[in-house]
């Protein structure tokens, strides 16, 4: 049977023996909805690559002791991938965050691109990323990651250039790319960069823009792909070829 897995702030310092308080929000979740008991084996993840594994001791209402067992501490992925994704409209940015994080994305940069029918705005965008966020925090533990991925404020196209401008390898993605994704040329460290552009398709100032930064634009397929999976598409195919999935 798999272990359910609940997020810790801080396992820095945990050895074998330890006892390990969960509160809060996450140990309501544990005990009210999830009626995890006494006796029972838990996983918990501070989210940057230290996992415990251990036996629950005590309950209450939001409090959850867990007695640590073995305690792993995991090395961060590489190369690593960082998604720009433009905003969809509706819960399909949920929809991207969540399936980017269980496929592995280290980071997540919501995006007001020019044609984004989303638009964020004060509290609107503050929101936005707290909703992301979470989904990001509940999708990593669903797929067990020891790193959780980050996701970033809501990004203009010029801090999308300069994040561009400093990656190993930045790819913008495009119906009418210049050349189809990468093969076999892939960094084997580093920083990885893939931007996804919105329902409206990217604008020619943007596509000079991100060339002009050094990124590489590319195609997919003949077919064209909704903007909330397009990245995962493309994610994936690339993890394909990298040691992480090979």
Same mark, same amino acid.
């Given at each position: 049977?798999?272990?359910?897995?609940?997020?810790?702030?801080?396992?820095?310092?945990?050895?074998?023996?330890?006892?390990?308080?969960?509160?809060?929000?996450?140990?309501?979740?544990?005990?009210?909805?999830?009626?995890?008991?006494?006796?029972?084996?838990?996983?918990?993840?501070?989210?940057?690559?230290?996992?415990?594994?251990?036996?629950?001791?005590?309950?209450?209402?939001?409090?959850?002791?867990?007695?640590?067992?073995?305690?792993?501490?995991?090395?961060?992925?590489?190369?690593?991938?960082?998604?720009?994704?433009?905003?969809?409209?509706?819960?399909?940015?949920?929809?991207?965050?969540?399936?980017?994080?269980?496929?592995?994305?280290?980071?997540?940069?919501?995006?007001?691109?020019?044609?984004?029918?989303?638009?964020?705005?004060?509290?609107?965008?503050?929101?936005?990323?707290?909703?992301?966020?979470?989904?990001?925090?509940?999708?990593?533990?669903?797929?067990?990651?020891?790193?959780?991925?980050?996701?970033?404020?809501?990004?203009?196209?010029?801090?999308?250039?300069?994040?561009?401008?400093?990656?190993?390898?930045?790819?913008?993605?495009?119906?009418?790319?210049?050349?189809?994704?990468?093969?076999?040329?892939?960094?084997?460290?580093?920083?990885?960069?893939?931007?996804?552009?919105?329902?409206?398709?990217?604008?020619? =100032?943007? &596509?000079? !823009?991100?060339? *002009?930064?050094? %990124?590489? +634009?590319?195609? @997919?397929? #003949? =077919?064209? &792909?909704? !903007?909330?999976? *397009?990245?995962? %598409?493309? +994610?994936?195919? @690339?993890? #394909?070829?990298?040691?992480?999935?090979?």
């Amino acid at each position: 049977m798999t272990l359910p897995v609940h997020w810790v702030e801080s396992l820095a310092g945990t050895r074998r023996g330890d006892r390990v308080e969960v509160d809060g929000d996450e140990a309501h979740h544990a005990v009210a909805v999830r009626r995890v008991r006494a006796d029972e084996r838990v996983v918990l993840t501070d989210g940057r690559g230290t996992t415990v594994t251990g036996t629950v001791s005590e309950t209450g209402k939001r409090r959850m002791v867990v007695v640590a067992e073995e305690v792993d501490s995991h090395e961060p992925p590489t190369p690593s991938f960082t998604v720009v994704q433009a905003l969809p409209k509706g819960d399909r940015g949920e929809l991207a965050v969540e399936v980017l994080t269980e496929i592995g994305v280290e980071t997540i940069v919501p995006w007001a691109a020019s044609r984004s029918v989303a638009v964020w705005r004060g509290e609107r965008a503050a929101k936005g990323v707290a909703r992301w966020r979470s989904t990001a925090r509940e999708a990593a533990k669903q797929s067990r990651r020891a790193w959780f991925p980050e996701v970033a404020d809501l990004a203009s196209t010029d801090e999308v250039m300069s994040l561009l401008a400093t990656a190993d390898l930045a790819l913008v993605l495009h119906e009418d790319g210049d050349q189809p994704l990468p093969g076999a040329e892939l960094p084997g460290t580093g920083t990885i960069v893939v931007v996804v552009g919105p329902e409206g398709g990217l604008t020619d =100032e943007e &596509l000079a !823009t991100f060339r *002009a930064a050094g %990124a590489h +634009v590319v195609r @997919l397929g #003949a =077919e064209v &792909l909704r !903007t909330s999976t *397009a990245g995962v %598409a493309a +994610v994936s195919a @690339l993890l #394909a070829r990298t040691p992480r999935w090979g």
